[in-house]
């Protein structure tokens, strides 16, 4: 019995216990790192992909507006021409067919009088010349006595489609009748132009509702004129908000969408990726991470190893403070075991070294995630941060959001790549131009924004003045003059205050800014 136990006393020695201990240390060490940064990578991808849907929804929404908006100008200015010879049936039919054949806003076009007569059509239909109207739907573009854009609507043609209409007036304001251009929903039209198909490949799609969440256009044909199923954004859109999220598709597949409303017509577009194609990009990530983190690792593993088989009395201090160490918290302990001979120091070295590189790793993934990585500005998601924490203290501030004049004219005319220029040209003369304590981000495509503490209106009108005249003094990357708006809002911090209001006065300020003529700065 004894001598089994002096064999297996001289067998179990402590070396063993420390390389074991050693070993498991830096396998968690290893999966915490990797967790961590799997944390990270999947909040950014899923970060960037909700403001990149969003973006995108946004940007369609503008274009539908503007369409719509060019649509009810382009029959306002029929509605006079018609207006001029109402009595004049060639008149009529020229003006329809010059607008119908004009531009592609309308697959069909008519003129009505009040009677609801038909007194022209384009394409000609000659069933239809000189009918009169008993649809309620049609004679609400008569009853309506202004532009008009009608609901869904689905005549005996079988053709679900949208009116635009716009009252014909005679010169001493009698209505005479109405000019009205109609919108396929469910057949190629100018809303397929508009909106194509989602520019990801991946089970993106498109699709477009109105107020009463019937769908007008779905990449699925079938399903254009039915009732959307019920998801948040359709119901933020039906209050005609704009906004991101993770939502549950009508097949039961998590989307990650933006929407955004077109004020005009009343409709919203919804743009949505699925989260697998968003965080499919996460495996290539988590491999580089895992190429960078295991070399050191098992470096410094085999490192402890080989100090492990000289140490002695030391060891049970190291030991009992690498198992009380957790992932994120201090070295305090292990600085403090005496490391009284070579081997015990180089040991205490060795995990020294490691912690740092671990707290290393999670502080540049903490910076990465909350930097643009084209201006090196904080991102959205760093100014957001820095907003709350503001609030949270109480600390008066003012914001001031600026955005480059004509940006799209830059893209458009020389490529993003001199976008990009420009946009890093800015970044650095905003860089310049803050202080201690003050808060730099980029929180859109061409937009900044600037969070200045403890400073009043008046103090940040006159930083933000000074930033413009430096921008516009300043030589462009490009040929392109370049020029900034800004708007400027103060929070005071009182008990009705609110940071998000104080942030949407500064947004309007700015459009005011680009509403008087682009180049100043607005804070009233």
Same mark, same amino acid.
């Given at each position: 019995?004894?001598?089994?136990?002096?064999?297996?006393?001289?067998?179990?020695?402590?070396?063993? &216990?420390?390389?074991?201990?050693?070993?498991?240390?830096?396998?968690?060490?290893?999966?915490?790192?990797?967790?961590?940064?799997?944390?990270?990578?999947? =909040?950014?991808?899923?970060?960037?992909?909700?403001?990149?849907?969003?973006?995108?929804?946004?940007?369609?929404?503008?274009?539908?507006?503007?369409?719509?908006?060019?649509?009810?100008?382009?029959?306002?200015?029929?509605? =006079?021409?018609?207006?001029?010879?109402?009595?004049?049936?060639?008149?009529?039919?020229?003006?329809?067919?010059?607008?119908?054949?004009?531009?592609?806003?309308?697959?069909?076009?008519?003129?009505?009088?009040?009677?609801?007569?038909?007194?022209?059509?384009?394409?000609?239909?000659?069933?239809? =010349?000189?009918?009169?109207?008993?649809?309620?739907?049609?004679?609400?573009?008569?009853?309506?006595?202004?532009?008009?854009?009608?609901?869904?609507?689905?005549?005996?043609?079988?053709? &679900?489609?949208?009116?635009?209409?716009?009252?014909?007036?005679?010169?001493?304001?009698?209505?005479?009748?109405?000019?009205?251009?109609?919108?396929?929903?469910?057949?190629?039209?100018?809303?397929?132009?508009?909106?194509?198909?989602?520019?990801?490949?991946?089970?993106?799609?498109?699709?477009?509702?109105?107020?009463?969440?019937?769908?007008?256009?779905?990449?699925?044909?079938?399903?254009?004129?039915?009732?959307?199923?019920?998801?948040?954004?359709?119901?933020?859109?039906?209050?005609?908000?704009?906004?991101?999220?993770?939502?549950?598709?009508?097949?039961?597949?998590?989307?990650?969408?933006?929407?955004?409303?077109?004020?005009?017509? /009343?409709?919203?577009?919804?743009?949505?990726?699925?989260?697998?194609?968003?965080?499919?990009?996460?495996?290539?990530?988590?491999? =580089?991470?895992?190429?960078?983190?295991?070399?050191?690792?098992?470096?410094?593993?085999?490192?402890?190893?080989?100090?492990?088989?000289?140490?002695?009395?030391?060891?049970?201090?190291?030991?009992?403070?690498?198992?009380?160490?957790?992932?994120?918290?201090?070295?305090?302990?292990?600085?403090?075991?005496?490391?009284?001979?070579?081997?015990?120091?180089?040991?205490?070295?060795?995990?020294?070294?490691?912690?740092?590189?671990?707290?290393?790793?999670?502080?540049?993934?903490?910076?990465?995630?909350?930097?643009?990585?084209?201006?090196?500005?904080?991102?959205?998601?760093?100014?957001?941060?820095?907003?709350?924490?503001?609030?949270?203290?109480?600390?008066?501030?003012?914001?001031?959001?600026?955005?480059?004049?004509?940006?799209?004219?830059?893209?458009?005319?020389?490529?993003?790549?001199?976008?990009?220029?420009?946009?890093?040209?800015?970044?650095?003369?905003?860089?310049?131009?803050?202080?201690?304590?003050?808060?730099?981000?980029?929180?859109?495509?061409?937009?900044?924004?600037?969070?200045?503490?403890?400073?009043?209106?008046?103090?940040?009108?006159?930083?933000?003045?000074?930033?413009?005249?430096?921008?516009?003094?300043?030589?462009?990357?490009?040929?392109?003059?370049?020029?900034?708006?800004?708007?400027?809002?103060?929070?005071?911090? /009182?008990?009705?205050?609110?940071?998000?209001?104080?942030?949407?006065?500064?947004?309007?300020?700015?459009?005011?800014?680009?509403?008087?003529?682009?180049?100043?700065?607005?804070?009233?």
């Amino acid at each position: 019995m004894n001598q089994a136990r002096r064999s297996w006393h001289s067998v179990l020695k402590l070396r063993h &216990l420390i390389i074991a201990l050693t070993t498991s240390s830096a396998i968690i060490t290893m999966v915490a790192t990797v967790l961590a940064s799997y944390k990270v990578q999947r =909040q950014q991808l899923i970060a960037q992909s909700l403001d990149d849907n969003l973006a995108y929804a946004a940007k369609l929404a503008n274009t539908v507006d503007g369409f719509f908006k060019g649509a009810l100008q382009q029959l306002a200015y029929s509605a =006079q021409i018609a207006a001029s010879d109402f009595g004049q049936a060639e008149v009529l039919r020229s003006e329809v067919r010059r607008l119908h054949l004009q531009t592609d806003s309308f697959n069909s076009v008519l003129i009505v009088d009040n009677d609801g007569l038909i007194r022209a059509t384009s394409p000609a239909s000659s069933p239809m =010349q000189g009918v009169a109207l008993r649809d309620q739907n049609l004679l609400r573009v008569i009853e309506a006595g202004r532009p008009y854009i009608s609901p869904p609507y689905l005549p005996a043609s079988g053709n &679900l489609l949208v009116f635009v209409s716009h009252p014909v007036v005679a010169a001493d304001g009698r209505q005479l009748g109405a000019i009205a251009g109609t919108i396929y929903l469910k057949q190629k039209s100018v809303l397929h132009q508009l909106l194509g198909t989602h520019y990801h490949r991946d089970g993106s799609y498109l699709y477009v509702v109105d107020a009463q969440r019937r769908l007008l256009y779905h990449p699925d044909p079938d399903r254009v004129g039915t009732l959307a199923s019920a998801n948040t954004a359709v119901d933020r859109l039906a209050h005609a908000a704009s906004g991101s999220e993770v939502l549950i598709n009508s097949r039961g597949l998590e989307m990650v969408a933006g929407f955004a409303s077109a004020p005009t017509p /009343g409709w919203g577009i919804v743009a949505q990726r699925p989260l697998a194609a968003t965080l499919k990009p996460l495996g290539s990530l988590m491999a =580089q991470v895992l190429g960078l983190t295991l070399p050191l690792s098992l470096a410094a593993l085999v490192l402890v190893w080989m100090f492990a088989l000289r140490i002695a009395q030391p060891l049970n201090a190291l030991a009992a403070s690498a198992a009380g160490y957790r992932p994120g918290g201090t070295d305090r302990a292990l600085r403090a075991v005496s490391s009284w001979y070579f081997e015990a120091a180089q040991l205490k070295r060795a995990m020294l070294l490691g912690l740092g590189v671990f707290n290393g790793n999670l502080e540049r993934l903490e910076k990465d995630a909350a930097t643009d990585p084209l201006t090196g500005l904080g991102n959205r998601r760093r100014f957001d941060l820095s907003l709350t924490l503001l609030a949270e203290q109480r600390a008066p501030f003012s914001v001031v959001v600026l955005d480059i004049d004509h940006f799209k004219r830059i893209n458009d005319t020389h490529g993003h790549d001199v976008g990009d220029a420009y946009l890093r040209h800015l970044a650095g003369l905003i860089g310049d131009s803050v202080g201690m304590g003050d808060v730099a981000c980029r929180i859109g495509g061409e937009e900044f924004a600037l969070l200045l503490p403890d400073t009043d209106l008046a103090e940040a009108t006159a930083r933000a003045e000074a930033l413009r005249r430096r921008v516009a003094e300043a030589q462009p990357p490009h040929e392109q003059p370049m020029t900034v708006s800004a708007g400027v809002a103060e929070w005071q911090a /009182g008990p009705d205050e609110d940071v998000q209001a104080t942030l949407k006065t500064a947004d309007q300020r700015l459009y005011c800014a680009k509403t008087l003529g682009r180049n100043q700065v607005q804070a009233a």
